[in-house]
C-alpha cells in the first residue's frame, strides 16, 4: 500500500528558508535596536528621576527597566528562534520566539496592574512632583520610545508585536506625562497624572489580554485566524484529477509560519504527470493562503484510508 502514497514534504524549502531567514534577520536587528534605545533612556530617566527628585519617574523608570528584561529575553529568543532544524527538533526553534512573546505579555499584564495598584491611592491623596523635570523627560521619553515604535511599525513577528505595544505604552505614557505636567504648571490639578496612568494601564491590560489569547490559540494548534480552512478545501477539491479530500489540518508553529497537511483521493489510474500537475496547482494555492510548508498524501479510490480522522 506503501507504494500507492505519493508524499510531498518541504516543497519550495529553499524558496521559504531564504525568505523566512530575512523576515528573520529584520526581526532580530529591530529587536537589538528597541533594546537599546530602552536601556539607554531608561538610565537617562533613573538619573533624571533622581535630579529632579521626582517619584513618578522613578517609578517609570523601574517599570521601563521591567520593559527593557522583557525587549532583551524577546530579542534573545527571536535569536534562537532562528537556529535551523535539528534531530530533536524536526521544525527548528521557531515557536522559541513565541513563548518570548507570550512571557513578554504576562510582564505587561503585571505592570500594568501595578500602575493600576499605585496609581489609585494617589487620586485621593496626590503627590508634589517637580513640574519642569516631568515636561523635559516626557519630551525625551516621547522621541526615544517613539523612534523604536516606528522602527518595529512593519515588524510580522509575534516578538515584534509585544515589544511594540510595550514601546507603545512607554509613548502613551510619556504623552501622558508631557500634557500632565503642562496642565499641572498652569493649575493646581495633581490628580490628572494618576488618572492618565490608569486610563493607559488599562488600555495595555485589554491589548496584552487578546495577545495572550492568540498565543494560547497557537499553542493548542488552532486554525490561524487569517486563514479560510473551507475556501483552501475548496479549491483544493475543485483542482482537475482530485475526486475528494480528507483529514485537512492546517496549524501555525508561531503565528506566521503555517503548516498544512492533508489527504488528496485520485483515480486508480491516475498518471504520474497528473500527479505532478496536482502538486504544482496546490503549491501555488498554498503560496497564495501564506502557507509556508505543506504535506499532502495521495490515495487511490480504491484504498481504504487507514486513519480514524477518514
Known sequence: MSENHTKNHNSHDHFEDHHGHIHHHHAVKNLKMAFVLNLTFTLIEAVGGFFTNSIAILSDALHDLGDTLAIGMSWYFQKLSGKSRSQKYSYGYKRLSLVSALLSSIILLIGSVLIIYKAVPRIFNPEVVHVEGMFIIAIIGVLVNGAAV??????HSSNERVVRLH????????????????????????????????????????????????????????????????????????????????????????????????????????????????????????????????????????????????
Open 167 to 310: 514601546l507603545l505604552e512607554d509613548v502613551l505614557g510619556w504623552i501622558a506625562v508631557l500634557l500632565g505636567s503642562v496642565l499641572m504648571y498652569f493649575f493646581d490639578w495633581p490628580f490628572i497624572d494618576p488618572l492618565l496612568s490608569i486610563a493607559i494601564a488599562i488600555y495595555i491590560l485589554w491589548n496584552a489580554f487578546k495577545n495572550i489569547k492568540e498565543f494560547v490559540r497557537i499553542f493548542l494548534q488552532g486554525i490561524p485566524k487569517d486563514i479560510d480552512l473551507d475556501e483552501i478545501s475548496d479549491r483544493l477539491s475543485a483542482i482537475g484529477g482530485v475526486e475528494s479530500i480528507h483529514d485537512v489540518h492546517i496549524w501555525s508553529m508561531d503565528g506566521e509560519y503555517n503548516v498544512f497537511s492533508v489527504h488528496l483521493v485520485v483515480d486508480d489510474d491516475i498518471t504520474a504527470k497528473k500527479i505532478i500537475s496536482i502538486k504544482k496547482e496546490a503549491r501555488k494555492l498554498f503560496r497564495e493562503f501564506n502557507i509556508s510548508h505543506e504535506t499532502l498524501e495521495f490515495e487511490y479510490k480504491s484504498e481504504a484510508c487507514h486513519f480514524e480522522e477518514c
Open 150 to 155: 516606528l522602527r518595529l511599525k512593519k515588524g
